[in-house]
Structures are given as C-alpha cells and as structure tokens.
Nanobody, 121 residues
Framework: QVQLVESGGGLAQAGGSLRLSCVAS????????MAWYRQVPGKQRELVAG???????NYADDVQGRFAISIDTTKNSAFLQMNSLNPEDTAVYYC???????????????WGQGTQVTVSA
C-alpha cells in the first residue's frame, strides 16, 4: 500500500504564488509518474500537470507558463510551483502517482486526499 501526503495549499491573492508538495510512502520500488489534478464542485477532476521519471512533463493549457511541476524520485516527492494565480485556479488539488511496488510489477495508481487552494480576487 502507498500513502500520499499533500501540503502547501491555502489562500493566496490573485497574482500570488503557492507551492504544493506531495510525498509518497509505503511499498515503493520506483516511481513511474507523478501528477497534480484539481477539482471544483460540480466538475470533473482535471489534469493540471504531470511528470515522469524520465524527465518529461506536460501541462494543462490554462496553467502552461504559470505552473511548474517537479518530481524527486529519490524522495518519492512531487512539487507544483504555482505562480500568477487567478481566482479560476481555486480548487482542491490532488496528487496522483503511478508506483511500481515490486520489481517486474505493473504500476499501481494512488491518489492523495487533496489540498484546498483558494485564490481571492
């Protein structure tokens, strides 16, 4: 089993910055991918940014150039630096990870509990 602990959410003003952190622990042989999703009430959860262990990353169009994802596979951690925040970024942000728990196994997918980000105008 793998547990994800997120931190760094909170309140920011428009134009401000926040940095989210996610640490995975438990039965982990290696990390395949880590990603951040977000969800607002009444809408589907959407991908914000993702990165893999080979250094590739991708972003949602509306955060490109403002957000930056980084992962540290040696510490089973992911970070999301969010700059130039606007009220539309208000959501619960979830960490997601694909973990290879034992050599030769396929990755398993896990979600964090979510952290609230609120951006005031």
């Amino acid at each position: 089993q793998v547990q994800l602990v997120e931190s760094g959410g909170g309140l920011a003003q428009a134009g401000g910055s926040l940095r989210l952190s996610c640490v995975a622990s438990g039965t982990i042989f290696s990390i395949d991918t880590m990603a951040w999703y977000r969800q607002v009430p009444g809408k589907q959860r959407e991908l914000v940014a993702g990165a893999n262990s080979r250094g590739r990353s991708n972003y949602a169009d509306d955060v490109q150039g403002r957000f930056a994802i980084s992962i540290d596979t040696t510490k089973n951690s992911a970070f999301l630096q969010m700059n130039s925040l606007n009220p539309e970024d208000t959501a619960v942000y979830y960490c997601n990870v694909n973990v290879i728990q034992r050599p030769g196994e396929y990755p398993f997918n896990y979600w964090g509990q979510g952290t609230q980000v609120t951006v005031s105008a």
